[in-house]
């Protein structure tokens, strides 16, 4: 249990002293600062956020953070019994979402999508807070959510459609709780709270999920949304997978203020996490839903990782960034790191990642020919579904639409 | 009896109680709509009767409204989302036309968005700036919103019933100036389709369509011609999405002649379009074009000279003379 004390206080004043306790160095002593050394702050925490992650595998697979004296031990909590089988399963899931990403990827180059959003490094911040989900919580994605998608159980192949160009989001939200993919940069952080305002209202204790990037930060439908939630208590979690890039952007065209500190000014606690290390990825989402489910509010978790390829399949990540920063994040790899720990431990033989070699090609194999048998829509798709009651206009078009059509019909007839 | 006599505003506030009471699953939100009742008191002793938990004093944060009763309809709630003034509904565009209109294609159907954006618009009551504005055709051409504006109490009562009871999205457009204009409502009429135009004044020579606030005074108008000896039908369009092409179609096959008014401006307004689409229908009826009385493309202009901005009997049947000159 954690801050079950405070969670009877009063929302705001327990949002607030949540934030204190959770937070770091810099979140408690930050407005005593002044203007210069909240600069140097600034600086300091981009050039060492080694410093404020919360970690629980090292790079080099090593278990860190278990101590009863940690820093991190109420995260750590959440993960104390997790069993060798669980993380293998973790481990399982990031292959197979990074096996899946590149195939995504390599359909795109041969000209059978039109565009992927690969998530290639974001595999431990998407695995991680995806297996933290309940059945009946409910997930906000953005467009490069393909493994947090993988753990909801939503058919990879459903999430090609919109990427070929045969539908704008090809599954049904509610059979997975797995909300569409939204492609406004933020927007869904505020369906997200609206959402959890109605679970409160429901009286169930599910919780939601909203992932939202660093770009997103800057949009005032995720302030709102913060706010919003803050405001009604609503059981949300805010899940900012900062990956250091928005298109060509660094996080210093984005904020002064490391991400996670965003909560504090709400009323509400924000944790940094290693989002390359999925089982403290894990503990942390857990440690926010649960206190979501007790009736404890919304919490921010920055998930700190990389964008190791580019924003999409149509961008040139050359012009902005370079490869030593690349280089550098490449050995912090969230698949590498979980393998050596598993390998350390023997939680883990040969046969296992054989097998699960093969499961990975069969895989690629699947989603290839799934996508290259997937056929256009219809063109009278274009006239489906624009009203749930219909719409006369709608109809006059779909009319006259058709008997265009007819008419190329009637000329090859005669 | 059923009937009872009541203001447009009234008959708002008690079309929201019934759903409220009928329907565990509506919901009122917005800013003030409380403990104040809204600024115009639409929702006045909602919030005392129904709780916090039903009739919702929001944030200051237009989007942030939109956006949340978009969550919560995802949830299976009937949100009714008040924006306070026409010229704030703005930092909510964005959720509206990128969300909120689209959720449903996007989702092949299968989730519905039954949300209704009151918004009260139009001028004529010496208001600041952004409190003024007839935005509804920026809502009108957007696939997948629907858009209404009741003339009248009793219009008011059942089209937000209807809207309320829609799968689809609706922007529903309140006359402000026409708020406190009292009419019989009928609380157990059976009402007709909420999209369907309805002729309010059967005439012979012309015919003026309108919607919202601006019907009440083309009836002015074909009062004060009926005086000249000239005999004018009003069409009181009732929706701007869809709108009713049959029945101005109808109306112009008898009348000949067409004038559409609204406050909005005229430039790519809803007249513009039904102009277009009257022309193409009524060719070989028509015995003028189809002319338009409406706001200039200008800003909304200060109270002191609103008057000479909005359509008035003056301009509407100047217009009217023009038509018949043709």
């Known amino acids: ?414 | 009896m059923a009937a009872e006599k009541m203001a447009l505003a009234k008959a708002i506030n008690e079309s929201l109680r019934r759903a409220l009471e009928s329907d565990p699953k509506v919901l009122i939100m917005g800013e003030d709509v409380g403990k104040l009742g809204g600024v115009f008191r639409v929702t006045d002793g909602l919030q005392k009767d129904f709780g916090e938990e039903r009739v919702i004093d929001t944030p200051l944060a237009e989007s942030g409204i939109v956006g949340t009763a978009i969550g919560l309809a995802l949830r299976g709630y009937r949100p009714v989302v008040e924006i306070q003034f026409d010229g704030f509904v703005f930092p909510a565009y964005d959720q509206i036309v990128t969300q909120l209109a689209k959720m449903h294609a996007r989702s092949l159907g299968k989730v519905k968005m039954p949300v209704v954006i009151r918004i009260p618009y139009g001028g004529g009551i010496g208001a600041v700036e952004h409190h003024s504005e007839s935005p509804e055709t920026l809502f009108a051409h957007v696939a997948g919103l629907k858009v209404v504006s009741p003339s009248n109490a009793e219009d008011a009562y059942w089209m937000m019933q209807q809207a309320i009871q829609s799968d689809d999205p609706v922007i529903y457009f309140e006359p402000k100036r026409r708020y406190w204009d009292k009419a019989e409502v009928n609380r157990e009429a059976i009402p007709g389709p909420l999209h369907t135009a309805r002729v309010v004044r059967e005439g012979a020579d012309l015919t003026l369509a309108a919607y919202g606030p601006m019907v009440k005074l083309c009836q002015e108008v074909a009062d004060a011609a009926a005086e000249e000896g000239r005999s004018l039908e009003v069409v009181d369009l009732r929706s701007m999405s869809p709108v009713d092409f049959d029945t101005i179609q109808a109306s112009v096959e008898k009348t000949r002649r067409l004038v559409v008014v609204h406050e909005a401006p005229v430039f790519l307004g809803s007249g513009a379009e039904i102009a277009a689409r009257i022309t193409e229908r009524c060719f070989y009826h028509l015995e003028a074009p189809v002319l338009r009385v409406g706001g200039y493309h200008a800003p909304y202009p200060p109270a002191r000279l609103e008057e000479e901005y909005l359509p008035d009997l003056d301009r509407v049947l100047d217009a009217v003379d023009r038509s018949l000159a043709y």
Request: aromatic share 10%; proline share 4%.
């Open chain 1, 1 to 414: 249990m954690t801050e079950s004390t405070a969670a009877r206080k009063p929302r705001r004043s327990a949002g607030s002293k949540a934030a204190g306790t959770t937070g770091t160095k810099a979140d408690t002593t930050g407005a005593k600062r002044t203007t210069r050394t909240t600069r140097t702050t600034r600086t300091a925490a981009n050039k060492a956020p080694e410093t404020e992650l919360v970690q629980l595998l090292t790079p080099e697979g090593e278990r860190v953070g278990t101590a009863k004296n940690s820093p991190y031990a109420e995260y750590a909590s959440f993960v104390d019994g997790i069993t060798p089988d669980e993380l293998r399963g973790l481990y399982r899931d990031m292959v197979l979402t990074r096996r899946f990403d590149a195939e995504a990827t390599a359909l795109q180059r041969q000209g059978e999508l039109g565009l992927w959003a690969s998530l290639l490094g974001q595999e431990a911040a998407q695995i991680g807070s995806g297996r933290a989900t309940r059945e009946d919580d409910y997930v906000f994605p953005t467009y490069r959510e393909h493994g947090v998608a993988w753990c909801r159980g939503v058919d990879p192949t459903n999430l090609l459609g919109m990427f070929r160009g045969v539908n704008n989001g090809g599954w049904d939200p509610n059979s997975n709780n797995f909300h569409l993919y939204t492609i406004v940069i933020g927007s869904q952080a505020l369906h997200a709270t609206g959402y959890a305002m109605g679970i409160t209202k429901d009286g169930a204790d599910s919780a939601v999920i909203a992932y939202f990037g660093d770009g997103a930060s800057s949009q005032g439908d995720v302030s709102e949304a913060f706010n919003f939630a803050a405001v009604y208590n609503a059981p949300v979690v805010f899940f900012c997978q900062n990956n250091q890039w928005a298109i060509s952007e660094s996080n210093e065209k984005q904020t002064r203020v490391p991400l996670y500190q965003r909560a504090q000014g709400f009323g509400f606690p924000g944790v940094r996490v290693d989002g390359n290390d999925a089982l403290a990825v894990l503990a942390v989402t857990r440690w926010a839903l649960e206190r979501a489910r007790r009736g404890e509010g919304p919490a921010l978790i920055e998930a700190y990782t990389y964008r190791m390829g580019a924003h999409t399949t149509s961008d040139d990540p050359s012009r902005y960034r370079h490869d030593d920063e690349r280089a550098a994040w490449e050995a912090k790899d969230p698949i590498l790191r979980l393998r050596r720990f598993l390998e350390a431990e023997n939680h883990a033989d040969e046969g296992f990642f054989g097998e699960l070699e093969s499961e990975s090609e069969a895989l690629g194999k699947r989603v290839r020919e799934v996508v290259r048998a997937m056929p256009d829509p219809d063109r009278f798709a274009i006239f489906e579904n624009v009203y749930a009651d219909g719409h006369a206009l709608v109809d006059e078009e779909r009319a006259q639409f058709a008997a265009y059509q007819a008419s190329f019909a009637e000329a090859e007839g005669v």
